[in-house]
């Protein structure tokens, strides 16, 4: 199929105009041909820019992940900012529920590379702990942002209601504790921080982790 001489789009733009068109009506009714309408232009004019649907939509991911409104305070502790970055993610994946499993499909790792250097540089951290503690953070981010979204793409509360009757415990909790979703995700966030924090303080715990050994008894299911 011939393509014409002058592309008429930019990869910006189809990206953004893929977006919209999973924004409203999800990934099942995405096609080329719905965002070279969109565009105003023939399918050809996309393949200046993208050699298929996929690479397409693998590009979606990095433009949620570009637009990130984070701005560090000045004297914030590392936490600080990690968990403000974390929030900012999270809702930046959030805005676009029908979009976020792409995250998952097409992890855009090696975009990343930049900010996971500035991350681990301020880890406190031995060296040896630092992956540990990205993969931690950044599987909390994602994996509570796409719990989330599906929720919110099928239209269903991420927690259903519970009887207290039979889980009595639960329900206490969730009676107790804020049932919204960020704010759910903080105090998680806040309670593996602390765990960091608490395995800087002491070293023969973190060595016992590293070379796979624990004095925790494993769980058995009957």
């Given at each position: 199929m011939a393509?014409?001489?002058?592309?008429?789009?930019?990869?910006?733009?189809?990206?953004?105009?893929?977006?919209d068109i999973i924004d409203r009506g999800g990934l099942d009714h995405f096609s080329l041909t719905l965002v070279s309408r969109s565009l105003g232009v023939k399918s050809p004019s996309l393949y200046h820019h993208f050699r298929d649907k996929s690479e397409l939509l693998a590009e979606i991911p990095r433009h949620i992940l570009r637009t990130i409104n984070?701005?560090?305070?000045?004297?914030?502790?590392w936490e600080e900012r990690t968990l403000r970055l974390c929030v900012e993610a999270r809702r930046g994946l959030l805005e676009h529920p029908h979009a976020a499993p792409l995250i998952l499909q097409f992890f855009p790792r090696h975009s990343l590379l930049?900010?996971?250097?500035?991350?681990?540089?301020?880890?406190?951290?031995?060296?040896?702990?630092?992956?540990?503690?990205?993969?931690?953070?950044?599987k909390l981010t994602f994996g509570s942002a796409l719990f989330e979204a599906a929720s919110r793409a099928r239209g269903i509360p991420s927690m259903p209601a519970v009887d207290a009757g039979r889980f009595p415990n639960l329900a206490r909790a969730i009676a107790r504790e804020s049932t919204d979703s960020e704010a759910t995700f903080v105090a998680a966030m806040r309670i593996f921080l602390a765990g960091v924090r608490h395995g800087s303080e002491a070293p023969d715990r973190r060595k016992a982790a590293r070379s796979g050994h624990s004095d925790?008894?494993?769980?058995?299911?009957?």
């Open positions: 393509r014409p001489h002058q592309p008429r789009i930019t990869r910006e733009m189809a990206t953004r105009a893929a977006l984070f701005r560090p305070g000045a004297g914030d502790s930049t900010a996971y250097e500035q991350a681990v540089k301020d880890y406190p951290e031995a060296s040896e702990d630092r992956l540990g503690i990205l993969d931690g953070i950044e925790i008894a494993p769980v058995r299911y009957t």
